[in-house]
């Protein structure tokens, strides 16, 4: 996408999201390390997590006389959280189908903000289709929560955010399900910081793109056994997968045993309440599964918020 696209994005959606801060990790959690690690609290944002901004994006951008007739979309949860919110903020009506997995706290958040919430599907993918059915029956808008160009350049105001604070970044760290977010960061911050390193972060119980990164093209992952199911998209779309490909330094497998300590370490260790997704980028650095040299500049993106790795029931 052009270089505008995004900062058409971050104005767009400016009265509607929080601009999070970097939050330094210091001292640093890992004994003997002297890079120079922060953290990207989207955990904080409006609705629980980054997909506030896709969410505002899209809805923001579609026809007036489109988007009265409500919006419609399928999700792990965070992304059907931020449209509800975007549709109660803006009075637009919203329907959400989510996972059977995602979690309890999710679904509250859904219904809380008004939407009409359908528990479909144990995977991603059967709850876009159950979307898809509905916004044919209904008329709405589908929105994609993360193969969506809208979306996506939401998305990537979070890199945007990061070059403002932090001009001489070295490293950015983005965990990874569908792919939105990744793509946005990535393609935001590299037609700016060329140099910058970009790491994406997967549980190794759904390696959807670095087993596309593989095969070179997008592939779908039959077999997925993942205790992080936010994460577990099972294919990524073409759109995102060429920003990747472009965009994406190296991609990290994070084992499944590691998200819910990450969790642990962040509430104890820095306040914050992160979702598995979140905590697997963390687990990422934290475990030393990302080389850091001296002296480098690394942002971890926290994805979003929730208290499924702290043992806490909503």
């Not at 140099?195 to 390696?207: F, L, M, Q, S």
């Not at 994406?248 to 104890?268: G, H, R, T």
């Amino acid at each position: 996408m052009q270089p505008t696209a995004y900062t058409d994005a971050a104005a767009r959606i400016r009265d509607h999201v929080r601009r999070t801060p970097l939050v330094p990790a210091a001292p640093s959690p890992r004994k003997g390390d002297v890079a120079e690690l922060w953290f990207k609290p989207e955990c904080l944002q409006v609705s629980g997590s980054f997909k506030a901004r896709g969410a505002f994006n899209s809805v923001l951008s579609l026809p007036e006389e489109v988007r009265s007739r409500g919006v419609v979309t399928a999700s792990g949860g965070n992304f059907g959280a931020a449209i509800a919110y975007a549709g109660q903020q803006l009075g637009v009506p919203a329907s959400v189908c989510v996972m059977t997995t995602s979690t309890e706290l999710a679904r509250q958040r859904i219904a809380s903000y008004g939407a009409e919430l359908h528990v479909v599907g144990a995977f991603w993918d059967l709850s876009w289709e159950a979307g898809r059915k509905l916004a044919e029956e209904r008329g709405g808008a589908l929105l994609h929560p993360f193969a969506d160009e809208a979306t996506i350049a939401g998305q990537g105001t979070i890199g945007l955010e990061i070059l403002e604070d932090m001009p001489d970044v070295d490293t950015v760290v983005i965990s990874i399900g569908g792919g939105g977010l990744i793509a946005g960061i990535a393609e935001a911050i590299k037609q700016r910081k060329p140099g910058t390193r970009i790491i994406g972060v997967e549980a190794a119980g759904c390696p959807t793109l670095f087993e596309s990164r593989k095969a070179g093209k997008p592939v779908m992952i039959e077999n997925v056994v993942t205790n992080v199911p936010i994460l577990a998209a099972r294919a990524t779309a073409p759109i995102n997968f060429e920003i990747i490909e472009r965009c994406v330094d190296e991609l990290v497998l994070v084992p499944e045993d590691e998200p819910v300590a990450a969790a642990e370490w962040m509430w104890k260790n820095t306040g914050l309440a992160v979702e598995l997704g979140a905590a697997t980028a963390a687990a990422a650095v934290l475990n030393g599964h990302i080389r850091l040299a001296a002296g480098e500049k690394t942002v971890v993106v926290l994805c979003g918020s929730g208290n499924d790795g702290l043992g806490i029931k909503a």
